[in-house]
């Protein structure tokens, strides 16, 4: 049987870059998605502009590298070693850069640069879908992953895991010593003096390390620090499984399961829900937003926060339990007591009222969460004759304790309850993205450091993924029209900033001999 022959090697061919390229090709999109842009207006630093570029050559234009980094992301490669030799071999990229191909660190030193410029392109294009009809506005749902950071367990540390190294030191220490001391009775020249300086040496330069970490979370009062990658902090994954590293937030509309908000912090979701749906809000000018979310987001701060800022929440809460079979049984339990907010009293199962005093005490349950209540009690308790199911407490009397936050959690239990059917669709609207993401992107780890680096990075991949998607819902011609008469409407001063604190950075310490013989 005949096979089939390809071309000569040594023929000489005829053919152009742009007939080499399909009409539909996805680089066409990203060309002329990035023509259309005024990169000033986005906040692109050039490198030119950066301390790396003031001599040399002529660089690259700040187009080109966007026009990279979109492809290199749409297409998986987040390795700026790899976009250089794709630059070089990729005809789809030879296109699309026309012919040019620049080094690994100018394409590297671009992303470090233009963190920010990557967030604001991700809510500009998130405009552009509204402007197309493709956002509902309305009902949004949100959900956060964590990812490894650039920081080993090994380099995080907190008080207890500091105390722990500086009590061996303390142990190794003493033990050397004695050793030495019963192997110079017994004249034994295993051990040298020599020998022993010289570990107690370098026990004692990590003695000074340690402490050093422990001056540093004294004085940031932060509940721990990374060596490696300062922002970086150790997550609890599931169960308890803790890895080092970010909380990916992102909030999904209803309508085509689009990423309309995202950012990345380092701690866990408690604290979140305001941020990301408030974000969301903005990027697509809703003016009322209902947002869904998991029992990991139900803070009452957060609740207020979002409701006062016309947010509602569905949140789901977790179930109340009594661990304790000889307190309270389940039928007085507290949301069995009904409020009453014009008399600020409660009426128990018994039928007995509850008043307070008017008293705000204070309750702190971690760096994050304090919050102020009120304590609400009944002289009926003494002779009621349910007492013993009511209450475990050894003077017999049942306290209820109503937080600042009651009435937002009360409010969003009601929509919770009333609304099962639009909160069971959380999971269809936003659940997937991640794991899409994470199979295409590998977005399991980042090799930046830095939150306002690993921000800018999360970004650019939640941007081409509204691509990818976006493209499947018009198909290619229909997303170059409404492209073509689509005008951009820039952020301006609304860029979103997520708080954090900052640990002072960490450097290796220089040890004195001074301080290695004290």
């Known amino acids: 049987m005949p096979i089939i022959n390809g071309l000569d090697r040594h023929q000489l061919t005829f053919s152009s870059l742009e007939a080499a390229i399909a009409t539909d090709n996805d680089v066409r999109f990203i060309d002329a998605f990035v023509e259309k842009l005024d990169l000033q207006q986005l906040g692109v630093r050039s490198l030119t502009?950066?301390?790396?570029?003031?001599?040399?050559?002529?660089?690259?234009?700040?187009?080109?590298?966007?026009?990279?980094?979109?492809?290199?992301?749409?297409?998986?490669?987040?390795?700026s070693r790899k976009l250089e030799r794709e630059a070089i071999r990729n005809i789809e990229l030879q296109w699309l850069l026309q012919g040019l191909h620049p080094n690994y660190h100018s394409i590297a030193d671009f992303r470090k640069i233009n963190a920010t410029a990557l967030q604001n392109l991700f809510k500009l294009f998130v405009s552009f879908l509204k402007d197309a009809g493709l956002v509902g506005g309305k009902v949004i749902a949100v959900d956060g992953t964590k990812i490894r950071g650039n920081n080993s367990k090994k380099n995080n540390y907190n008080p207890?895991?500091?105390?722990?190294?500086?009590?061996?030191?303390?142990?190794?220490?003493?033990?050397l010593l004695e050793e030495f001391e019963q192997t110079d009775a017994c004249e034994d020249e295993a051990i040298s003096l020599g020998d022993v300086q010289e570990k107690l040496a370098?026990?004692?330069?990590?003695?000074?390390?340690?402490?050093?970490?422990?001056?540093?979370?004294?004085?940031?009062?932060?509940?721990?620090?990374?060596?490696?990658?300062?922002?970086?902090?150790?997550?609890?994954?599931?169960?308890?499984?803790?890895?080092?590293?970010?909380?990916?937030?992102?909030?999904?509309?209803?309508?085509?399961?689009?990423?309309?908000?995202?950012?990345?912090?380092?701690?866990?979701?408690?604290?979140?829900?305001?941020?990301?749906?408030?974000?969301?809000?903005?990027?697509?000018?809703?003016?009322?937003?209902?947002?869904?979310?998991?029992?990991?987001?139900?803070?009452?701060?957060?609740?207020?926060?979002?409701?006062?800022?016309?947010i509602d929440t569905i949140v789901a809460r977790q179930e109340l339990v009594n661990s304790n079979t000889k307190g309270t049984q389940p039928d007085y339990m507290v949301q069995h007591f009904v409020y009453d907010e014009a008399s600020d009293t409660y009426t128990c199962p018994a039928g007995q009222t509850l008043r307070t005093t008017g008293r705000l005490h204070r309750k702190k349950r971690d760096n994050d969460v304090s919050y102020q209540f009120k304590k609400y009690r009944t002289g009926a308790c003494q002779s009621c004759a349910v007492q013993h199911l009511c209450t475990g407490r050894h003077d017999g009397r049942r306290e209820i304790e109503r937080s600042e936050y009651a009435a937002y959690v009360e409010k969003n239990k009601e929509n919770y309850?009333?609304?099962?059917?639009?909160?069971?669709?959380?999971?269809?609207?936003?659940?997937?993205?991640?794991?899409?993401?994470?199979?295409?992107?590998?977005?399991?780890?980042?090799?930046?450091?830095?939150?306002?680096?690993?921000?800018?990075?999360?970004?650019?991949?939640?941007?081409?993924?509204?691509?990818?998607?976006?493209?499947?819902?018009?198909?290619?011609?229909?997303?170059?029209?409404?492209?073509?008469?689509?005008?951009?409407?820039?952020?301006?001063?609304?860029?979103?900033?997520?708080?954090?604190?900052?640990?002072?950075?960490?450097?290796?310490f220089k040890i004195s001999e001074e301080k290695i013989c004290a």
């Open 49 to 79: 502009s950066s301390d790396k570029k003031k001599e040399g050559r002529s660089s690259f234009s700040d187009s080109l590298f966007l026009k990279l980094y979109l492809y290199a992301y749409l297409n998986g490669i987040r390795s």
């Open 160 to 175: 207890k895991k500091i105390q722990r190294h500086l009590d061996y030191i303390a142990q190794k220490s003493k033990a």
């Open 202 to 310: 370098r026990l004692q330069q990590h003695k000074i390390k340690y402490e050093a970490l422990q001056d540093q979370l004294a004085q940031s009062q932060e509940p721990q620090v990374s060596t490696t990658d300062p922002d970086a902090r150790a997550l609890l994954v599931r169960g308890v499984v803790v890895e080092v590293g970010y909380n990916v937030q992102a909030a999904v509309d209803q309508e085509h399961k689009l990423v309309v908000a995202t950012h990345t912090i380092n701690r866990n979701d408690k604290n979140a829900l305001y941020a990301i749906s408030k974000e969301a809000k903005d990027n697509i000018e809703a003016k009322q937003l209902t947002v869904l979310a998991d029992k990991g987001y139900h803070t009452g701060k957060e609740l207020q926060a979002c409701q006062e800022a016309a």
């Open 417 to 508: 309850e009333s609304n099962p059917a639009l909160y069971r669709q959380r999971q269809e609207i936003n659940e997937h993205i991640f794991g899409t993401i994470k199979r295409q992107w590998n977005l399991y780890y980042t090799h930046l450091r830095g939150l306002k680096k690993v921000n800018g990075e999360v970004a650019l991949i939640m941007l081409v993924y509204n691509m990818k998607r976006v493209r499947n819902i018009l198909g290619f011609d229909n997303l170059m029209e409404k492209l073509h008469q689509w005008s951009p409407k820039y952020p301006g001063g609304t860029i979103f900033i997520q708080k954090r604190h900052h640990l002072l950075p960490y450097k290796p």
